[in-house]
């Protein structure tokens, strides 16, 4: 019962879960993995010299 109770819970707030992460309008996700897509204007994409990537756990 706890089980079924916590899917149901789940379905129902997936929607607004969904609605929090979301891209800022000026970026575009065709395939709608929160991963923002290459633009398609070449005069839109920048040659970073150093891409940096960092954790943050908290």
């Known amino acids: 019962m706890?089980?079924?109770l916590f899917m149901a819970g789940i379905?129902?707030?997936?929607?607004?879960?969904?609605q929090a992460f979301t891209l800022d309008a000026r970026y575009q996700d065709k395939d709608g993995?929160?991963?923002a897509d290459?633009?398609?204007d070449k005069a839109k994409?920048?040659?970073?010299?150093t891409?940096?990537?960092a954790?943050?756990?908290?």
């Open 2 to 4: 706890k089980k079924l």
């Open 11 to 18: 379905a129902l707030l997936a929607p607004l879960a969904a």
């Open 33 to 35: 993995d929160l991963i």
């Open 38 to 40: 290459i633009p398609s």
């Open 45 to 49: 994409q920048i040659d970073p010299s």
């Open 51 to 53: 891409l940096i990537f």
């Open 55 to 58: 954790l943050y756990a908290g």
